[in-house]
């Protein structure tokens, strides 16, 4: 792993896009940053992160037995590395947010924004961001975050909670690599948010709301939701957003 520690950037992400547009980066190379003066989250949102106090980071990861369909489960493997890392912390009632949100109880306390690295026509690498909300106290007045001491009281070393997710991603890519797609998909689905709750979602096309239940995750990836009417939906993260 080759690590690389700034004081400030713009976005870590930004940071790793432009060392593979310019060269090759290695395997696991890890961008940390103290501060990110524009760090990005999905779907073109900002994350904020006071500095120095949480776990703001990229990691390059060559891929080379996925297609571009596949990505999916490299999404489910980070998820599962931060949810394991977690519960080694101690950090209690963990669930993943489908996509890849982590909560504890109610609190968002971890997100990824993962993006493809595409040479030529093919899937060249992955470049996973992760904002870990570690010592953070205060959200100001969000109260759907949260961070890991504000969960416990307790501080906690970034470099260690690093080092873990890393060796956890490990494991799971050596699932990915072995191609054991349906035992990595299932335990992601054991940690889903809101499984088998009746939940309500809206569409983010007409504005309108409507009520579920989480299934798991389709063969593409899509979030699988039974409706009230028993028909099944499979949906995209630009299609519907889980409210509760
Ligand atoms: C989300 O919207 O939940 C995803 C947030 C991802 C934030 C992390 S912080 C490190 C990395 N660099 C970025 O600019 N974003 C990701």
Not at 43 to 64: A, F, H
Request: proline share 2%; hydrophobic share 35%; charged share 25%.
């Amino acid at each position: 792993m080759h690590i690389i520690k700034l004081n400030a950037i713009d976005s870590t992400n930004s940071y790793l896009r432009e060392l593979s547009t310019s060269g090759d980066p290695e395997d696991y190379t890890v961008v940390v940053a103290r501060e990110q003066t524009r760090g990005r989250g999905q779907m073109g949102t900002l994350w904020t992160s006071e500095p120095g106090k949480n776990l703001t980071c990229s990691v390059y990861k060559k891929i080379d037995c996925v297609r571009k369909e596949e990505i999916f489960f490299l999404s489910m493997a980070v998820s599962l590395a931060v949810l394991q890392t977690l519960k080694r912390f101690g950090i209690p009632q963990l669930k993943i947010k489908w996509p890849n949100d982590i909560l504890s109880a109610h609190h968002k306390i971890c997100g990824v924004l993962i993006e493809s690295v595409i040479k030529g026509d093919r899937l060249n690498a992955a470049i996973v961001g992760i904002g870990l909300n570690v010592n953070q106290t205060g959200f100001g007045g969000l109260s759907s975050a949260g961070s890991l001491k504000s969960i416990t009281g307790v501080h906690y070393n970034l470099d260690e909670l690093l080092n873990r997710i890393i060796s956890e991603l490990k494991h799971y890519e050596g699932m990915i690599v072995g191609r054991e797609f349906e035992l990595l998909k299932k335990e992601y689905e054991q940690n889903l948010f809101r499984k088998d709750k009746p939940s309500t979602f809206s569409d983010n096309a007409s504005g309108s709301v409507f009520m579920g239940f989480i299934k798991g995750i389709s063969e593409t990836g899509k979030l699988l939701i039974e409706l009230e009417d028993r028909m099944m939906r499979e949906c995209d993260l630009k299609e519907v957003k889980l409210m509760y």
